[in-house]
């Protein structure tokens, strides 16, 4: 059974930095290309980035590019999103996610699996 754990989350400043962390078991991590995701309140889930199986290419949204970094350690079972120079706008839940391939994809419903979710919370 795949199971994702994101913790790291929790409340900044505007303009400061939080890292997110994913841990996934289950099956092969290095397998498979991994993303995050958010979700603000009132709104769709939308995506932030992601990451190829082996960590070689990464995809990012426009909102974030710049900002927020993804990467992977394929011998912790981990993916992590670092994200800097928070804004506001980025309150909402991060949820982190497994594809069913090892390519990075932008749309939700090439992923297979799901964490529950981590609350990040940025004041102004």
């Known amino acids: 059974q795949v199971q994702l754990v994101e913790s790291g989350g929790g409340l900044v400043q505007a303009g400061g930095s939080l890292r997110l962390s994913c841990a996934a078991s289950g099956r092969t991590f290095s397998n498979y290309a991994m993303g995050w995701f958010r979700q603000a309140p009132g709104k769709e889930r939308e995506f932030v980035a992601a990451?190829?199986?082996?960590?070689?290419?990464?995809y990012y949204a426009d909102s974030v590019k710049g900002r927020f970094a993804i990467s992977r350690d394929n011998a912790k079972n981990t993916v992590y999103l670092q994200m800097n120079s928070l804004k506001p706008e980025d309150t909402a839940v991060y949820y982190c996610?497994?594809?069913?391939?090892?390519?990075?994809?932008?749309?939700?419903?090439?992923?297979?699996?799901w964490g529950q979710g981590t609350q990040v919370t940025v004041s102004s």
């Open positions: 996610a497994s594809s069913y391939d090892s390519m990075w994809h932008r749309r939700s419903q090439d992923y297979n699996y």
């Open positions: 990451i190829n199986w082996s960590g070689s290419s990464t």
